[in-house]
């Protein structure tokens, strides 16, 4: 019953979107952006972990091509793909990770209520960290210093691959699971300093919250997290062993070329580059999936004109 309820909300919001098209032009920084265009990109992720003293490290290197047609009145579709270069490790002994597979392709929706100063973002398809479904941002930007904003989703597991061996894996599960976090943004101008607490249900039904301070530079940000995990516990996958604690960092560096290019068809590296670490080596526990290729805690998933988007012009 809950799927039936999610997918008519969701639809009901999708349908709405024509209320929203006459107040698009009051967004001063989103009507600088091209109507239609198509951008190719390519990027890479790197993996690693030392599993314990005992073992071999685990060292992943993958190239990510992506496309993105934006469509107009805030439409989009996305696609990326992940190529394995180096995978080596205890870990990466599973032939699924040395396979050229699919990551995601995605139809997204924006909406913005300017004059409410309501935003959502509507997205369906085939999600990133192997999810498929529908999903809905919101966001609200209260004052200058202040965003609340929530995430409700409903997904499955998927794995779309192959290799150069003949070995190739297609599975689409049908059980699904909702999704939904709530969180509150506070942004400090004068030091160009984040704080974000959020919380709320994750891909594997487990819960906890987070509190992640970020420190912004023009072309780099450095963040920091601690994680909270409320219920019951998943064992690690490196060690077995169950903690309702974790910490780590992330550092999130901007790519050139800097600035938005304005013609219909762009060819270019990734946005940005980012590496994560934690404390505990299993990134499994209190997992979000994302609906952008180049999706990063950076940059908020809607654009709305708060925080970073006033201090630093792309």
Excluded at 181 to 189: E, I, K, P, R, T
Aim: charged residues 20%.
């Amino acid at each position: 019953m809950h799927i039936r309820i999610f997918l008519v909300c969701f639809l009901s919001l999708l349908l709405s979107s024509r209320y929203a098209v006459a107040q698009q032009k009051q967004d001063s920084v989103r009507a600088a952006e091209p109507t239609r265009q198509l951008e190719l990109f390519c990027g890479a992720r790197l993996g690693y972990a030392d599993t314990n003293w005992l073992r071999l490290f685990d060292f992943q290197i993958d190239v990510t091509p992506g496309v993105r047609w934006r469509l107009g009145r805030d439409w989009s579709v996305a696609f990326q793909g992940i190529i394995p270069v180096v995978s080596v490790g205890y870990t990466y002994r599973d032939v699924v990770n040395k396979y050229w597979r699919v990551n995601m392709v995605t139809v997204s929706r924006q909406l913005h209520f300017n004059n409410a100063r309501q935003h959502l973002k509507l997205s369906a398809g085939l999600f990133g960290c192997e999810r498929y479904g529908i999903d809905v941002k919101w966001a609200w930007p209260v004052s200058d210093w202040l965003l609340l904003n929530a995430q409700a989703g409903l997904s499955s597991f998927w794995m779309l691959g192959t290799d150069l061996s003949g070995n190739s894996q297609a599975e689409f599960s049908r059980n699904f699971t909702v999704t939904a976090q709530v969180g509150a943004d506070f942004y400090l101008h004068p030091l160009n300093l984040e704080f974000r607490l959020s919380g709320g249900r994750y891909i594997a039904g487990d819960y906890g919250t987070e509190l992640a301070v970020m420190r912004h530079f023009r072309r780099c940000t450095l963040l920091a997290y601690a994680q909270l995990r409320i219920g019951s516990l998943t064992a690690n996958i490196y060690d077995g062993q169950s903690y309702r604690t974790d910490a780590g960092f992330k550092i999130i560096c901007m790519l050139p070329p800097y600035k938005k290019s304005r013609r219909r068809v762009v060819v270019r590296p990734a946005s940005n580059f980012q590496h994560s670490y934690s404390a505990r080596g299993d990134f499994r526990v209190m997992q979000s999936y994302t609906v952008d290729p180049e999706e990063n805690e950076r940059e908020h998933p809607i654009d709305v004109n708060w925080g970073l988007r006033k201090e630093v012009t792309p």
